[in-house]
């Protein structure tokens, strides 16, 4: 998909049903704006899994099942990169409640709580997690787009 | 996503396909599910077609492993994993605990 980057400002903004199947949808969009921005094929995939991730975790602990709210997803493409915010009307979260993930031990004591969350951090450049004014959730993700790319 | 098994004497081929994450995890989980009900503990995972996998395709694999691996009676082995999932899979430390191939065929024949 070619994209004029003497022009790249686009902003794709879709809510969402807070249920499973809307995470492939999510992750067309999200991929979508990914190459609008030009992100190179491993951030495009990075950035999806981070989004991927994100939703799971509003569907299955801010609201605590599904179809309880939307999910309302904005990319916004520029010249750096691409940013995704993800805004819930669900229970706060607290990112620092969630444990570090286990890396490292055998498989018999591998623990896997906590992954999702590492994926959010080590896919994007950077996160920020925050609270709407309606108490909901807001995260934005960002990506910056390679100088080699 | 889609998954088929294929048994043959000494292994099953488990393939999935398209996108594994909490809304298509479960079905992932069914299949091996039904293997691991029926006494098989050797699984070659072909990964090829596999497009998409999150944390929730990772718990899946784990949950397999441990099973499989208790008491030496087996393993599930991975083969042709895409590059852009190998390398979760390595961000999540996930390598020392599987053994991989290239392909399914030479995944098979090596069980």
């Known amino acids: 998909m070619p994209h004029d980057r003497s022009a790249r400002q686009i902003t794709l903004k879709q809510t969402f049903p807070g249920q499973l199947d809307s995470l492939a949808a999510i992750g067309d969009l999200v991929t979508e704006a990914a190459h609008a921005a030009d992100l190179d094929a491993r951030d495009v995939y990075g950035i999806q899994l981070a989004v991927d991730e994100a939703c799971s975790n509003i569907i299955q602990h801010a609201y605590n099942g599904e179809r309880q709210g939307p999910i309302e997803c904005i990319c916004q493409v520029s010249d750096k990169g691409l940013s995704v915010t993800i805004r819930d009307r669900g229970e706060p979260f607290d990112p620092s409640s969630v444990p570090e993930p286990d890396l490292e031990s055998d498989l018999e004591e591998r623990d896997i709580g906590g992954l999702g969350v590492y994926f959010i951090h080590q896919m994007t450049d950077e996160v920020h997690f925050d609270c709407t004014a309606e108490g909901g959730n807001e995260v934005t993700l960002i990506k910056r787009r390679r100088k080699d790319a | ?111």
């Not at chain 2, 594994?20 to 503990?41: K, N, V």
């Not at chain 2, 784990?62 to 991975?78: F, P």
């Open chain 2, 1 to 111: 996503m889609d998954v088929t098994t294929q048994e043959f004497k000494h292994c099953v081929l488990v393939e999935a396909s398209g996108r594994i994450d909490s809304q298509t995890a479960p079905r992932l989980q069914e299949a091996f599910d039904e293997l691991l009900e029926e006494d098989r503990y050797t699984i070659v995972f072909d990964m090829s077609e596999v497009e998409f996998l999150s944390s929730a395709g990772l718990r899946v694999m784990i949950g397999v492993q441990k099973t499989c691996k208790r008491w030496n009676r087996g393993e599930l082995i991975l083969a042709d994993v895409p590059e852009r999932i190998h390398e979760a899979l390595d961000l999540a430390g996930f390598i020392p605990l599987f053994t991989f191939y290239d392909t399914a065929i030479e995944a098979v024949g090596n069980c």
